[in-house]
Structures are given as structure tokens and as C-alpha cells.
């Protein structure tokens, strides 16, 4: 099952300090809902994250890739991860910064691709879940930029 999300948040901070919080190990930790490891690799990061999708929950391990870096402008983020029985997800985002009104506006695209008991959900809950989790993720970062 294959899913696009987009959203934008404007906050108020510079964008050399929003762009390095987004490739802070601690920071994005601290914001991943359900993030137990994050880990600092060559090419970006290894990841534990456990998640509860409706009546499915499950550990999902996986990396993630940083490419197209352009400092502090953008840079793509792709990943994949196995959860076990419960399926796997995998997929990328496109993350622009740009200044705007004294703060950064931060936009992004997240195409992914769920399959396993996960996908068999439903697209409604699975969309409602990812939006959600976005939500949660960027509230805390929005939070621990802002301080």
C-alpha cells in the first residue's frame, strides 16, 4: 500500500539551528514517537522504533539515509524498516528550509510504501496513524528548537 503525506510548520528559530536539530541524533530520538535507538551512521542513521497502528503493534528496526544534502536548505531522508510479522514500511521525504518572517518555514513530502498485517488496516487508519505521528514528531521538535 503505497501512501503520499505532505505539511509545513513555521518555527521560530534560525534556520542553521533548525537544520542542525534535524540531523542531531538526540534530538530526532527524543522526537521519533516510540524511538528506542537512533544511532549515527556513514550515510544517516540506524533506527528501533516501536509502533501501534490501530490493533497492530511492533518493533520496527531499519535504517535511514540522508541524500541530496544541501546545508541548511534541504536534503532527502530515506528509509526502510522490519517490523516482524507485523510487515514493513519503507520510503523517503524531501525537507526544504527557508527563512521566513524571523523564524524557518519547514516543508516536506513523505512518499511510503506499507505491507503485512500493518497495510492490511486500511488505508483510512494507516493515513490517520502516519498523520498523527507527524504530528506528534513535529510538535516536540517545534518544542525543543524553540527553547
Request: glycine residues 12%.
Amino acid at each position: 500500500m503505497a501512501m503520499t503525506m505532505s505539511g509545513e510548520y513555521l518555527l521560530e528559530a534560525p534556520r542553521e539551528t533548525v537544520w542542525e536539530r534535524l540531523n542531531d541524533p538526540a534530538v530526532l530520538k527524543e522526537c521519533i514517537p516510540g524511538c528506542e535507538q537512533l544511532e549515527r551512521t556513514d550515510d544517516g542513521f540506524d533506527a528501533v522504533a516501536k509502533m501501534k497502528v490501530g490493533p497492530v503493534s511492533a518493533r520496527f528496526k531499519g535504517k535511514v539515509r540522508l541524500s541530496d544534502l544541501d546545508p541548511p536548505n534541504a536534503y532527502k531522508i530515506s528509509g526502510e524498516g522490519e517490523g516482524g510479522v507485523a510487515g514493513f514500511a519503507k520510503g523517503g521525504a524531501s525537507v526544504a528550509l527557508t527563512e521566513h518572517d524571523g523564524g524557518t518555514l519547514l516543508k516536506y513530502l513523505v512518499e511510503a510504501h506499507v505491507g503485512g498485517k500493518v497495510a492490511q488496516l486500511g488505508q483510512r487508519l494507516i493515513n490517520g496513524a502516519a498523520k498523527k505521528l507527524a504530528d506528534e514528531f513535529f510538535t516536540k521538535f517545534a518544542a525543543i528548537v524553540q527553547r
